[in-house]
């Protein structure tokens, strides 16, 4: 099972690099096409991306939706990048035990947990991703198993005795209360990579971005990434472009991001578009 976990495999390599793409937008034939550009990963984002993934919050105002409904976005996009052979990850609104089941439940390789803010906000993820003895786990998902390209085809009992070391517990650090306590975040055991969330972070310590990085915010992720490398996890951090993700590949993170959906549908879309409004081509 940990073979078949593409990027927890490219993340134990000799470099561990691994280079993935951002899915905001809703879409089984868009999880597909992302996954099939050679990245290690998609992250399926259902905290700020247009994924289904809230629903349960939204019956809880007493709006007439479904769980099953924006649920299905979710395990959708979760099955259509798996069947690449590369590594769904869902990146949680928040950091609740029923979010957490219901991404891994889906056959997510891995959870992405933002804001988080404190060494028992970390403890908590672990709890909730874990099966018993390390964690509170429910097992009963029909749909975990399908997630992996195994041969023989992976079984119940299977999944269960190998996911607690097979499938990736993320946290972003991305608040100044997270990078005040990242060196004992990254100790908590069965945390496997602190991943930077670059724009909350630079928000939070008071340097947002507006261009280049302040020197500030640089000198806080070079912190991030010592933290991960003395407790011996993997670091990963969101990069909007391939020469931003060179950048910080180069400083040794592991878990990159290339790309999201939106910027390369708007950015092609207009790049096209500049060819043809330019007054030599103007009709």
């Known amino acids: 099972m940990q073979n078949a976990n593409v990027l927890l495999r490219k993340l134990n390599t000799d470099k561990g690099h691994s280079f993935g793409a951002w899915q905001t937008f809703a879409g089984a034939h868009l999880s597909s096409t992302l996954a099939r550009t050679g990245v290690d990963w998609v992250l399926i984002d259902c905290e700020h991306g247009n994924i289904g993934g809230m629903l349960a919050e939204i019956l809880h105002r007493g709006l007439l939706f479904t769980k099953t409904t924006l649920d299905n976005e979710m395990h959708d996009a979760v099955r259509a990048v798996a069947s690449c052979d590369v590594s769904p990850i869902v990146r949680i609104p928040e950091n609740q035990g029923w979010m957490v089941k219901r991404a891994l439940d889906a056959g997510a390789h891995g959870i992405l947990v933002p804001m988080l803010r404190s060494i028992d906000d970390a403890k908590k993820v672990v709890l909730n991703a874990k099966f018993p003895p390390r964690g509170i786990r429910g097992f009963g998902s029909p749909f ?12 119940d009992w299977d999944y269960l005795t190998n996911a607690n070391d097979s499938l990736l517990t993320i946290v972003q650090i991305e608040t100044r209360e997270a990078l005040n306590n990242v060196e004992d975040i990254a100790k908590v055991d ?3 990579v602190l991943f930077v969330g670059p724009f909350d972070l630079g928000n939070s310590i008071g340097h947002p971005i507006q261009g280049d990085y302040d020197p500030e915010l640089e000198i806080a992720i070079c912190r991030i990434l010592k933290a991960a490398k003395q407790a011996g996890k993997k670091s990963g951090i ?12 180069k400083m040794g993170f592991q878990m990159i991001s290339v ?3 939106f910027s390369s549908i708007s950015n092609g879309v207009e790049a096209a578009m500049s060819k043809v409004t330019r007054p030599s081509m103007r009709i």
């Open 190 to 192: 069965g945390i496997d």
């Open 259 to 261: 790309a999201d959906d």
């Open 238 to 249: 969101f990069c909007s472009d391939g020469d931003m993700a060179a950048k910080y590949a």
């Open 144 to 155: 975990s198993t399908g997630s992996f390209n195994t041969r023989p085809r992976l079984n």
